[in-house]
């Protein structure tokens, strides 16, 4: 769980999740395009190749190859996890 926790402190990596949570199956290039659109975000292509493989050792998202290309997808059942820990199902 700590990975998680690691993966989120960083803001460059909350955005990729929650581009990624906007339009799942993201190349890098589609990734490092929407970071720099919309969030101002000019790092490079490397830096954010980083960032998501942070985010795919913390679990939180995956990558498949298509032909030459890496597409990235997100996994939220780390966050459900560390959900259900502080905030256990209401009772009835």
């Known amino acids: 769980m700590g990975d998680v926790y690691q993966a989120l402190a960083d803001p460059t990596r909350r955005l990729i999740l929650d581009e990624l949570t906007e339009q799942d199956g993201q190349s890098l290039f589609e990734l490092c395009g929407r970071l720099a659109m919309r969030h101002g975000i000019t790092s490079s292509r490397q830096a954010i190749s980083q960032h998501l493989a942070v985010l795919e050792q913390a679990g939180l998202v995956s ?7 890496k ?3 997100l996994h939220t059942e780390p966050l459900r ?4 820990r502080w905030a256990p199902p209401a009772k009835d």
């Open 81 to 84: 996890e560390i959900a259900e």
């Open 71 to 73: 597409i990235h997808h």
């Open 63 to 69: 990558s498949r190859r298509s032909g030459r290309t």
